[in-house]
């Protein structure tokens, strides 16, 4: 039986010691596309656009930073603890999308906390729906590596990946990817109904509900990271992604009680003391007077 032959170099090009990597594209690619997004919802909703670029910011580093330290720590911890300057070779490869979330969630609630207008779960909100699309271009970037490898399979569309070895594989690379891509569009579709008018926590919880609820199927068909799981019921994959699964549940489950953003009660201002107001209004009156005479 043929299968799909993939033998493409991680490299495009080289410059001297430089080397542009597919992976760095892409993953640019991501966060780029994801900027333009974001400046479109924020002028939707008249928040400053200046904050666009903070938002940029706050992503990169919860995702690099996050990412890194979640593939340390979740998949290989002995090794990395005993060599902690491996922890910076970030270059060598070793990103982990749970801790990405992680990241993610610890960055972005210092970044709303600084903004008033820009409550936490609103923010989010917004993130999750350039988090979904950044994802479809990571795991482009993993295929062209030829990591994130899936199990033998003899399915036609197999992927025999030449740089590894000659075992037809199922592309769980594009597997995921494809999947992020219909979470995207669904994200953006459910956003785009209502846009500020939508509850706070319903995207994100749909998309973590969405994301790492396809993300446990599909570990079924890839090879197992952590060496330490290879005699466990599930991957270490799998186990991260229950609990992010459920508190994507429970947001989604409060969003949906929660009364439509226009009927939420807004704080009132304390009011005046009418005594205050007397004497103002009787000022008035007499200068009225003064000037009919």
């Not at 670029?53 to 002995?78: K, N």
């Amino acid at each position: 039986m043929n299968h799909i032959v993939w033998d493409v170099s991680p490299i495009i090009f080289q410059l001297g010691p430089l080397k542009f990597r597919w992976y760095g594209m892409l993953f640019g690619m991501g966060f780029l596309i994801g900027y333009f997004i974001m400046h479109w919802m924020y002028a939707e909703e008249g928040k400053p656009e200046e904050d666009v670029e903070w938002f940029l910011i706050y992503s990169l580093i919860g995702t690099t930073v996050g990412a890194r330290l979640g593939h340390c720590l979740f998949y290989d911890p002995v090794y990395y603890l005993s060599n902690p300057i491996k922890f910076l070779k970030i270059w060598e490869g070793g990103l982990a999308s749970h801790g990405a979330a992680i990241g993610l969630f610890i960055t972005f609630y210092i970044y709303s906390r600084r903004r008033k207008d820009q409550p936490y779960l609103w923010v989010l909100d917004r993130l999750a729906i350039v988090t979904a699309l950044s994802a479809i271009f990571i795991r482009l970037g993993n295929l062209f590596n030829s990591e994130i490898l899936g199990v033998k399979t003899d399915v036609p569309w197999a992927f025999v990946f030449k740089r590894i070895d000659n075992v037809p594989r199922h592309p769980a690379q594009l597997y995921e990817s494809l999947t992020y891509l219909v979470i995207f569009v669904i994200l953006l579709r459910v956003y785009k109904r209502k846009k500020g008018r939508t509850p706070h926590g319903l995207i994100i919880g749909l998309f973590m509900m969405m994301i790492f609820g396809t993300r446990f199927f599909i570990e079924f068909i890839k090879v197992r990271q952590a060496a330490f799981a290879k005699g466990m019921t599930l991957s270490m994959g799998q186990w991260l992604s229950i609990p992010a699964v459920l508190l994507g549940y429970w947001l989604f489950h409060i969003a949906r009680k929660a009364p439509p953003i226009e009927e939420q009660p807004k704080k009132k201002k304390p009011k005046k003391k009418t005594e205050g107001d007397k004497p103002a209004s009787n000022y008035k009156k007499k200068k009225k007077r003064k000037r009919k005479k």
